[in-house]
């Protein structure tokens, strides 16, 4: 069992390090659910098979103790060598094997309901959603707030809110369901949204904008102009660059495609039903709807409400819109 508990252990070794140099595209949520059958398993096993016949060899280890002090106290010795105790002690120990197995279910155990029904921790990897989210920013994101969903199929099981204009919420990329992106909701299903000349129109109506200046722009290392703009009951801050040309480039084929329309201008799409239109903050660099498509229900994970670490600049850390 030691040997299979290490094979175990580097194979999740190995998969985490692939992970991490982008070797391969991991999925979190199916890892961490393997992880706690696994441990189950073992915790089940240690509860009712090893934990008993350890207990039952400590009590034959002090009967055999006992049989031989009574024997030897007939032959009038009193004085007996060996710890019965430091023996009995050894033989109830769990093996390193179980305690890094059956020991840790409970943990991973409450970290897999926390994340999957809860909140779930993200980092931002890009500078799509500045400056509104920073690359750095740990986020947390509310699971049960668009409703229950089970975890790694992603069927929801109970309804509770609906996305809406101005919420930023984390989805599985509609290209790659292994890979999560995040954005702000700008249109809703039904809702016909039209981003031309850099202006965002939603069922003909200009959405509300104020320019508030230049804004530099660390990671990309230029300025860019910020916006304060308002989608619903959500005021936010958008960037615009002056270089970038309003057209979008090289737009992919996705579902629903005959539902946009792309011009020199930019793009105008009706959004199906059961779906929306996302789009980042930095408006000029962000890969989103415009270029890939509608997101639907289904990949919806939560909705993103507060950073909560951002090791580089620890003032970043509170809720934000």
């Not at 009967?63 to 030897?72: F, G, M, V």
């Not at 707030?145 to 509770?160: A, D, M, Q, S």
């Not at 084929?253 to 929306?276: I, L, M, Q």
Request: glycine share 8%; proline share 5%.
């Amino acid at each position: 069992m030691g040997l299979l508990t290490a094979a175990l252990y580097a194979c999740l070794i190995v998969y985490l390090g692939g992970w991490y140099v982008d070797a391969w595209h991991g999925n979190f949520s199916l890892l961490l659910f393997l992880l706690t059958l696994v441990t189950f398993a073992f915790w089940l096993a240690e509860r009712f098979h090893f934990l008993p016949a350890r207990r039952r060899a400590a009590a034959q280890l002090e009967a055999q103790h006992a049989a031989r002090r009574e024997e030897l106290a007939r032959q009038g010795i009193t004085q007996v060598d060996g710890d019965v105790q430091a023996a009995r002690e050894k033989i109830l120990m769990q093996p390193w094997w179980l305690d890094w197995t059956a020991g840790l279910f409970p943990v991973i155990c409450i970290v897999f309901l926390l994340r999957s029904f809860l909140f779930e921790p993200f980092k931002i990897p890009s500078g799509s959603m500045v400056p509104t989210l920073l690359v750095g920013d740990l986020i947390l994101v509310n699971k049960f707030h668009y409703g229950v969903r089970l975890p790694v199929l992603n069927t929801k099981i109970i309804e509770n809110h609906t996305p809406q204009r101005g919420d930023v919420v984390v989805f599985r990329y509609p290209k790659d369901t292994r890979i999560d992106y995040i954005k702000r909701v700008v249109g809703v299903p039904g809702d016909e949204v039209a981003y031309l000349n850099k202006r965002l129109t939603i069922n003909g109506q200009p959405v509300e904008m104020a320019p508030l200046g230049e804004y530099y722009n660390e990671d990309r290392r230029r300025y860019a102009q910020m916006y304060s703009e308002k989608l619903g009951n959500v005021e936010h801050r958008v960037l615009n660059y002056k270089e970038a040309p309003p057209f979008i480039i090289a737009a992919d084929d996705f579902p629903f495609r005959e539902n946009c329309r792309y011009s020199a201008e930019g793009v105008t799409c009706k959004v199906p039903e059961g779906h929306y239109f996302m789009m980042g903050d930095n408006r000029d660099d962000s890969q989103d709807s415009r270029y890939w498509g509608f997101v639907p229900d289904e990949n919806i994970v939560g909705k993103a409400f507060l950073i909560w670490m951002n090791l580089g600049n620890l003032g970043r850390i509170g809720s934000f819109q």
